[in-house]
């Protein structure tokens, strides 16, 4: 195997720069302005609440994702919610049209499991939204 060309010295700086340009740790470049690290102990020593570039565009992205998670799990609720209530549905006219139920047939476990998935989905698609919530607001402080 032959080896990786070397990276182009000029190419690994602009990327570097712009990297800590985007998380707050630069200036400007054409900004007379002090460094942003002065900037953002003289705003901590005055009491204010600094968050770097950076870090808000990943709170930003992961409260999104948050979003669109705990959406999934409503989703998903209402799908369950909509299936149960025709697997309910079709399951009593089978108990009803026959005369001798047995408790251990077909239509009556389809109407069990129908009952319990419908009672369980709300409660899963609230655990999601809440573990979702609890876990940005813990690894996203606020300062």
Do not use: H
């Not at 901590?44 to 609440?49: E, F, L």
Request: charged share 15%; proline share 7%; hydrophobic share 50%.
């Amino acid at each position: 195997m032959s080896e990786a060309p070397p990276l182009n010295k000029q190419i690994v700086d602009a990327v570097d720069t712009s990297t800590r340009y985007a998380l707050g740790l630069l200036p400007k470049p054409d900004s007379a302005a002090p460094p942003a690290d002065e900037l953002r102990l003289a705003a901590k020593a005055a009491g204010a609440t600094v968050i770097s570039a950076g870090a808000a565009i990943a709170y930003d992205k992961a409260t999104q994702s948050a979003a669109i998670a705990t959406q999934d799990a409503a989703d998903y609720e209402r799908n369950v919610l909509s299936i149960s209530a025709a697997v309910q549905g079709k399951a009593l006219a089978m108990i009803l049209a026959t005369e001798d139920v047995d408790p251990t047939s077909g239509p009556v476990a389809a109407w069990v499991l129908a009952v319990v998935s419908s009672l369980l989905a709300p409660v899963s698609a609230g655990l999601a939204a809440s573990t979702v919530s609890l876990a940005v607001n813990e690894f996203f402080p606020r300062t």
